[in-house]
């Protein structure tokens, strides 16, 4: 995903009922790539317990989307 994919664009696609399989998956990348970013952004203001217990779940979803 070069760049991030006009949302609300999509969203009047799916509420006008023409959302194509396409629209869906560039939701579905969004909502990957965001996820990624939070987990990446707690780890970075979480404390050395915490940031440990992030890292796992990062790591793994990291794993997952390359």
């Known amino acids: 995903m ?4 006009d949302l609300s664009r999509i969203c009047k696609r799916f509420r006008k009922g023409s959302g ?9 990348q ?13 780890m970075v203001g979480a404390d050395c317990h915490s940031a440990s217990r992030h890292e796992g779940n990062f790591g793994t979803l990291a ?4």
Not at 63 to 66: D, P
Request: glycine content about 0%; hydrophobic content about 45%; overall charge positive.
């Open 63 to 66: 794993k997952q989307h390359r």
């Open 2 to 5: 070069k760049a991030m994919p």
């Open 20 to 28: 194509t399989l396409e629209d869906v998956v560039r939701v579905y």
């Open 30 to 42: 969004v909502v990957l790539k965001v996820n990624m970013c939070l987990c990446a952004t707690l």
